[in-house]
């Protein structure tokens, strides 16, 4: 079977990679990720994804021009107002009426964003990934659709940190919108292994999901350690 899989970063990709091709399966690889923040993290993880290619000599299609506004147009939501920024006094991701980035955005400088209030500035984590995933997800099952494939797929299905039922729902309605079968594998297994195997072939490990929500958690989660570790 011919699949085309999503593939979030070198790490994720290397088991989806090895077991499809045990099983006989031809495989591709498909990256877009307009999620990932700053432009310097997606371009190490696309770096390594390229190295890893080059390794294991892996196809791979590559959206790969930087176009962050296209996850913060997804994401945007009656929970996720821009008028919510004027009463908080947060700089804004977009101009009002439009979709062009500011510079902060570019320059990967966006200072922490207020959460709560008035249905939260930031969408709420389910919300917003489930979106994300649906984004990245719905343009690896068009370009299936487009080139033939029989089949698509997403290396997220590797991570225990990934909503799981999520991810097979919505690339079971992609599938029936495609008219191209989703690929369901449980890859979490292998996790471990993973990690371990990306650091024996120097691959570019990231510390947190991609997007800056999820950097500002890990960042915020840090903070919060250390003054607890203070404290104590």
């Known amino acids: 079977m011919k699949i085309l899989f999503h593939i979030c970063c070198s790490n994720c ?3 989806p990679v090895k077991l499809s091709r045990e099983e006989g399966h031809d495989f591709a690889g498909f990256w877009y990720n307009p999620n990932i923040h700053p432009q310097e993290e997606y371009q190490s993880r696309l770096d390594s994804l390229k190295r890893l290619s080059d390794m294991w000599r892996v196809e791979v299609i590559y959206n790969a021009d930087y176009k962050p ?3 913060f147009e997804v994401i945007k939501s009656p929970n996720f107002p821009l008028q919510c920024f004027a009463a908080t006094g947060a700089q804004p ?3 009002r009426g439009g979709h062009t980035p500011l510079s902060p955005l570019d320059r990967g400088e966006i200072p922490p964003l207020p959460r709560g209030g008035n249905g939260g500035v930031i969408p709420p984590s389910p919300e917003r990934c489930k979106s994300c ?5 719905e343009k690896t099952a068009e370009r299936a659709h487009e080139e033939g494939f029989d089949a698509f797929s997403t290396t997220l299905l590797i991570s225990p940190y990934q909503d799981f039922e999520q991810i097979i729902n919505t690339g079971r309605r992609l599938a029936d919108k495609y008219n ?3 690929y369901l594998k449980d890859f979490r297994q292998h996790f471990r292994e993973a990690l371990k195997l990306a650091k024996e072939l120097g691959l ?3 510390k947190y999901c991609g997007c800056i929500f999820s950097k ?4 915020h989660g840090k903070m919060t350690n250390s003054k607890a570790q203070i404290s104590n």
């Open 133 to 137: 995933y649906l984004l990245r997800l």
């Open 216 to 219: 500002q958690e890990r960042e």
């Open 93 to 95: 991701l977009f101009q």
């Open 204 to 206: 570019y490990r990231q």
């Open 180 to 182: 191209v079968d989703f």
């Open 13 to 15: 990709a290397l088991y």
């Open 69 to 71: 506004e296209e996850y």
